[in-house]
């Protein structure tokens, strides 16, 4: 039989306790989190009524079926009219130029609660299940173009 014996100072007891402690938060916080994401699902952009339940939220009404659907490739260099683009973008906080090169869909619903004449229109672009872009226009001679997200 072997007896090992240590001698641990209280700086050391103290340090162990500390880890242990940290470990312990660690292994609660992965629990909560873990849970938390499986209870919440994120819409899922790709479904029509998805979409059309998004806009909604942000105070637009909208047509149940989009006007157009259109597959477009996001460009790789925001230059030009892009910049002002991806400004707006940023300014929601839409990922689009993380999507350079890629094929994406874009949505266009004609909105129906806007004080204007004209026709405006609601573009949302979905990259798989995610929204990447969007934007509010006229697409008349003398338009506007403004965020979806107030």
Do not use: H
């Not at 790709?46 to 339940?53: F, G, H, M, T």
């Not at 157009?68 to 996001?74: F, L, M, W």
């Amino acid at each position: 039989m072997f007896v090992y014996t240590a001698k641990l100072s209280r700086r050391k007891l103290i340090a162990a306790a500390v880890a242990a402690a940290a470990v312990i938060g660690a292994i609660v916080l992965a629990i909560a989190l873990g849970t938390g994401s499986r209870a919440v699902s994120a819409p899922d952009m790709s479904k029509n009524a998805d979409r059309v339940a998004w806009l909604r939220s942000l105070g637009l009404e909208v047509d149940e079926e989009p006007l157009e659907s259109r597959t477009v490739v996001i460009p790789r260099n925001f230059g030009g009219v892009y910049a002002d683009y991806i400004a707006l973008q940023r300014k929601q906080g839409f990922p689009l130029e993380d999507y350079g090169g890629m094929e994406a869909t874009r949505y266009t619903y004609r909105v129906t609660n806007r004080d204007d004449d004209r026709e405006i229109v609601a573009d949302v672009v979905v990259y798989g299940q995610t929204v990447i872009a969007g934007d509010l226009q006229c697409p008349a001679l003398d338009g506007f173009m403004e965020a979806l997200k107030p």
